[in-house]
């Protein structure tokens, strides 16, 4: 079983920035991958980023060049760095492991972008 616990969320003005932070109770070394979701209200979860165990990483194209995923091995946290936020990135966001043959999911973050 593995716990995941976020934080980071809150309320930033346009261009403003904020770092998610996704702790997690069990290894990195037996994850096979990892990454962000998120959740805009009326809107279906869509894929922020994911990263496989060897590093490679996708983005989706709206985020490319603003965000950016990175760990803390040692503290078995997953991060995700938020830069430039637009009103549009405006949704609860979600960290998930893939534990092989589970899919573990954070609690979520409300993140607000709003002037």
């Known amino acids: 079983q593995v716990q995941l616990v976020e934080s980071g969320g809150g309320l930033v003005q346009p261009g403003g920035s904020l770092r998610l932070s996704c702790a997690a109770s069990?290894?990195?070394?037996?994850?096979?991958?990892m990454g962000w979701h998120r959740q805009a209200p009326g809107k279906q979860r869509e894929v922020v980023v994911h990263?496989?165990?060897?590093?490679?990483?996708v983005y989706a194209d709206s985020v490319k060049g603003r965000f950016t995923i990175s760990t803390e091995n040692a503290k078995n946290t997953i991060y995700l760095q938020m830069n430039n936020l637009k009103p549009e990135d405006t949704a609860v966001y979600y960290c998930?492991?893939?534990?092989?043959?589970?899919?573990?999911w954070g609690q979520g973050t409300q993140v607000t972008v709003s002037s």
């Open positions: 069990g290894s990195f070394f037996s994850f096979f991958a």
């Open positions: 998930y492991v893939d534990a092989g043959p589970k899919i573990y």
């Open positions: 990263m496989s165990r060897s590093g490679t990483t």
